[in-house]
């Protein structure tokens, strides 16, 4: 059982930066695809970005190509999500997920951490 854990959520103005973590639970971690999912209040939740097991393969959503980056670090069982240049529209809970298959939703979440854009 894969355990993800957020951190580094907040408030930012606009223009802004924050940088997501999420940490998990086992070694086993390198064997998931990861990736990113937002839900802001009222909305669906939506993908913003994927990384597949062994790093070598990235996805973005539209609306943050260009401005988020994701990587992850193997050794401290750890995926990231850099955001720059930021927009109140991504004020949302930021999710992160764990499955099989980089972009589709997979079995295992992380409890969320708030981002909040202000203009």
């Known amino acids: 059982q894969l355990q993800l854990v957020e951190s580094g959520g907040g408030l930012v103005q606009a223009g802004g930066s924050l940088r997501l973590s999420c940490a998990a639970s086992?070694?086993?971690?390198?064997?998931?695809?990861m990736n990113w999912f937002r839900q802001a209040p009222g909305k669906e939740r939506e993908f913003v970005a994927s990384?597949?097991?062994?790093?070598?393969?990235?996805r973005y959503a539209d609306s943050v190509k260009g401005r988020f980056t994701i990587s992850r670090d193997v050794a401290k069982n750890t995926v990231y999500l850099q955001m720059n240049s930021m927009k109140p529209e991504d004020t949302a809970v930021y999710y992160c997920?764990?499955?099989?298959?980089?972009?589709?939703?997979?079995?295992?979440w992380g409890q969320g951490t708030q981002v909040t854009v202000t203009s």
């Open positions: 086992e070694r086993s971690f390198s064997n998931y695809a």
């Open positions: 990384i597949k097991w062994n790093g070598d393969s990235v």
């Open positions: 997920n764990g499955g099989v298959i980089p972009g589709i939703v997979g079995k295992y």
